[in-house]
Antibody, heavy 123, light 109 residues
Framework: QVQLVESGGGVVQPGRSLRLSCAAS????????MHWVRQAPGKGLEWVAV????????YYAESVKGRFTISRDNSGNTLYLEMNSLRPEDTAVYYC????????????????WGKGTTVSVSS | VVLTQSPATLSVSPGERATLSCRAS???????LAWYQQKPGQAPKLLIY???SRATDIPDRFSGSGSVRDFILTISRLEPEDFAVYYC???????????FGPGTKLELK
């Protein structure tokens, strides 16, 4: 079955860096755009970034632009989120999610989500 | 483009009908509107895409409708497992990305 498993979360000090990973299985990873979506404690969902199926096109929310980098390894079926200059407001559960259909650069909705990994930014 | 959801909290009894609203600040294509359900401690789950298409294995008591700026998620006969938070989401073309509404919490009356 289609599965997404995030890892790499943890507690980090403000200004430091962290890299999240998302291991994908059960589908042709290289055919779908992939997203990161986050949820701060007790808050709603915030879209963070997307990468097209080939990895060449990347888009970011304004709140993370210039600090976060999304990337993918299609040979290893893994999605990444490199987070630099972390701030307390980046504290959240980070979900990776798969595009609903094959499209360029990405599709209108996501149809599968991982269980998430928790990032806490605190001194 | 901003999405507004109402009400913020809806108290309903099992077996009753629930109507959740999502309003966009600008006109959007019906293809661009989706709904997700999130239960406590769980990841969101896709319910409805392209305004009215049910995702795989979603019961037919869930239905979506709407156009232009106003979209509705209807749950016709509430089951105990339907009490959750519901988010609408739109695909944005400029700047590229997604926007989520703030959510409607459906709670047991």
């Amino acid at each position: 079955q289609v599965q997404l498993v995030e890892s790499g979360g943890g507690v980090v000090q403000p200004g430091r860096s962290l890299r999240l990973s998302c291991a994908a299985s059960g589908f042709t990873f290289s055919a779908f755009g992939m997203h990161w979506v986050r949820q701060a404690p007790g808050k709603g969902l915030e879209w963070v970034a997307v990468v097209s199926y080939g990895g060449s096109d990347k888009y970011y929310a304004e709140s993370v632009k210039g600090r976060f980098t999304i990337s993918r390894d299609n040979s290893g079926n893994t999605l990444y989120l490199e987070m630099n200059s972390l701030r307390p407001e980046d504290t959240a559960v980070y979900y990776c999610a798969k595009d609903g259909e094959v499209a360029w650069p990405y599709y209108y909705y996501v149809d599968v989500w991982g269980k998430g990994t928790t990032v806490s930014v605190s001194s | 483009v901003v999405l507004t959801q109402s009400p913020a909290t809806l108290s309903v009894s099992p077996g009753e009908r629930a109507t959740l609203s999502c309003r966009a600040s600008q006109n959007i294509s019906g293809d661009y509107l989706a709904w997700y359900q999130q239960k406590p401690g769980q990841a969101p789950k896709l319910l409805i895409y392209r305004t009215s298409s049910r995702a795989t294995d979603i019961p037919d008591r869930f239905s979506g409708s709407g156009s232009v700026r106003d979209f509705i998620l209807t749950i016709s006969r509430l089951e105990p497992e339907d009490f959750a938070v519901y988010y609408c989401q739109q695909y944005v073309t400029s700047p590229r990305g997604y926007t989520f509404g703030p959510g409607t919490k459906l709670e047991l009356k």
